[in-house]
């Protein structure tokens, strides 16, 4: 199964492991993984499911659109070029992911 | 850390005035008992742990569905482009790690409060009565019960075929039917009705909305707001009509006996429909907390602290009417807001005071609307705005206006332009302003144009 790893700011990390088509956001939702508030459910509109993607993970996700590299400049915490919003990132099969949350989503 | 104590659900000197019906089932008593599982209740359990609150927590609701989210309901998963597992708010594993026990099913009909102490006051504790009998003593008891789509009232109104749109069973019947019509009327050009009849439209319906008022969306947002979205929506196909006169719903004939075939509009015109959808706003669940005795005024009457007029029941969500949040706001100015932002916010204050701490709502409120391709955002509230900017940028598909009171901006309705949206929240957020002489040219990063707010009233 596809496996997310999530660290939070104080460096405590949770695997889970996700389902191929969920999000990353959804994943975390769901698990009660704290970090990601996701109040828009991801219709991103919020912002509020910013996450640092491991930099030599970053290439193997599919690109950002115009509304999420916009969005992801009004973050609680400034973003980073590593910065995604993770209901905008799709599991897949064999996913290994490792994310990192910010200290503060609003 | 759960605390089941039967014993005092039975204690004596209650006002409970007749035994439990016979055969009901008596539950434990809970630590606190949340009735509504939706966005506001599920907040409030999930920040209670956050906060330390060890007792026993349940959630109650009367859908048959494991707590979710509404918002897609009118959108993607009308759309099919979420499904209803993609809804779900937490996975049942984590109810159960969290000692937060989930009863769907379950409509609460009645609370029978014990009697007050020797002094007079009542440490909220009581009993909820389900509709089936069950009995659920509490300590403490939350209000989430939210509201319900105010229905339509007129002639032909319960034709089948005459539909709403608030709950996950009401879009489900909606979308067991979208192959049995062509022809769709919504009635409202309010945030659900349009988001509706985008959806509808974008699967190929043929869509009229009407709307009684002179605009659009008249309660939520400014003129040229409305004015844009109008536009916008007709340009794509969808008849809008405004300031539309309904006489009656016009039943079918023949083999459609029984359901909608159509409008009758004033004028006698009559708008083919076999499937009316009413978004005319939503009536807040009150009844329980008048049959209570809290005081009620378009919404359950609460403090700062998400508290009830009888000092220990809390009330959130939209349900709730709340002393106006916005930082610098008229003292003594409440407003009643139905969003997912003010469900989440005001869970959290609640959960606050249940634990003993004062804190008042904090934070932006926010909204937000997809309407096919225009994502509406709004930060603040326009509650007694004096004058507006408008940015446009046609090129682009941006559209934002920004909403000033007393020379201070306290809102924008931004459309397709989130930096502005990220912006005026950010600046609302720290108590900052964005003068509107320079708001106006949508080439400029509104970013860039923000002042301190005491800084720009002392004179230079
Ligand atoms: C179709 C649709 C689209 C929306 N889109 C957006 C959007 O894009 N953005 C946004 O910010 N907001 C949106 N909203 C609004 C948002 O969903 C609501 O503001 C939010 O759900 C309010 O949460 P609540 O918990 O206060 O109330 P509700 O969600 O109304 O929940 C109350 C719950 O209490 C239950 N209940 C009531 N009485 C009883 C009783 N006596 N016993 C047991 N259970 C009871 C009800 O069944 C319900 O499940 C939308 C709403 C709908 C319906
Ligand atoms: S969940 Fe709101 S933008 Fe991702």
Redesign the interface.
């Known amino acids: 199964m596809p496996t997310i790893h999530y660290t939070d700011a104080a460096g405590e990390t949770r695997d889970i492991e996700a389902n191929v088509g ?1 999000s990353v956001m ?1 994943t975390a ?4 993984v704290p970090g990601i508030v996701a ?9 509020t499911c910013h996450v640092f993607v491991r930099e030599d993970e970053l290439e193997q996700l599919p690109g950002m659109s115009e ?1 999420e590299d ?2 992801l ?2 973050t609680a915490v400034d973003r980073e070029d590593c910065s995604r919003l993770s209901c905008q990132i799709k599991v897949t099969d064999g996913m290994e992911l490792h994310v990192t949350t910010p200290e503060t989503q ?1 | 850390m759960s605390t089941h104590t039967p014993e005092r659900a039975e204690r004596s000197g209650t006002d409970v005035a007749a035994g439990p019906e016979a055969g009901a089932a008596t539950r434990p008593e809970t630590g606190l008992l949340i009735i509504g599982a939706s966005q506001a209740g599920v907040q409030l359990a999930i920040s209670l742990r956050g906060t330390g609150f060890d007792e026993h927590i349940t959630l109650l609701g009367e859908e048959d569905h494991r707590p979710y989210q509404r918002p897609a309901l009118s959108k993607e998963f009308l759309q099919d482009k979420v499904d209803k597992e993609n809804l779900i708010f937490r996975s049942q594993q984590y109810w159960d790690e969290h000692d937060i026990e989930l009863v769907k099913g379950a409509r609460i009909v009645r609370i029978e409060r014990h009697a007050p102490a020797e002094d007079g006051r009542r440490d909220g504790s009581g009993v909820a009565v389900a509709a089936d009998g069950t009995r659920y003593p509490y300590r403490r008891l939350a209000l989430a019960v939210g509201a319900r789509a105010r229905r339509l009232e007129l002639e032909g109104a319960e034709l089948d075929g005459v539909v709403y749109l608030r709950s996950a069973d009401d879009a489900l019947a909606l979308k067991a039917r979208l192959g049995d019509f062509r022809d769709v009327v919504v009635v409202g050009g309010g945030f659900i009705g349009l988001e509706a009849a985008c959806s509808l439209h974008g699967m190929g319906k043929h869509v009229t909305v009407l709307e009684h008022g002179p605009r659009l969306v008249g309660r939520a947002v400014g003129e040229d707001t409305s004015e844009y979205f109008l536009r916008s929506h007709r340009e794509r196909g969808i008849d809008i009509r405004l300031e539309a006169r309904m006489r009656r719903l016009v039943p079918g004939t023949g083999e459609r006996a029984g359901s909608v075939a159509g409008v009758e509009l004033e004028d006698g015109t009559v708008v083919d429909a076999q499937l009316v959808l009413v978004g005319i706003g939503v009536v807040p669940n009150t009844e329980l907390a008048e049959q209570m005795g809290l005081a009620v005024d378009n919404g359950i009457v609460v403090d700062r602290h998400a508290v009830a007029s009888d000092g220990t029941t809390v009330a959130v969500g939209d349900v709730a009417n709340m002393p106006n949040p916005l930082p610098g706001a008229p003292e003594g100015e409440r407003i009643r807001l139905e969003s997912v932002n003010n469900a989440i916010e005001h869970a959290k204050v609640a959960a606050y005071s249940l634990t003993g701490r004062q804190e008042e709502y904090a934070g932006i409120p926010w909204f937000w609307s997809n309407q096919a391709d225009l994502k509406l955002q709004i930060a603040g509230l326009t509650l007694g705005y004096d004058s507006t900017v408008v940015r446009r940028d046609d090129a682009k598909g941006r559209f934002s206006v920004l909403y000033y009171r007393g020379g201070q901006v306290i809102a924008a309705d931004c459309v397709n332009a989130p930096l502005d949206f990220m912006a005026v929240r950010a600046a609302l957020g720290k108590g900052q302003n964005i003068p509107a002489g320079a708001a106006a040219d949508p080439a400029v990063p509104l970013k860039t144009l923000v002042v301190d707010r005491t800084a720009q009233e002392v004179p230079a």
């Open positions: 969920d959804e939702v769901r698990n009660g109040e828009c459910g991801g219709s991103l509109s919020c912002a509304m916009e969005m400049y009004g609003v």
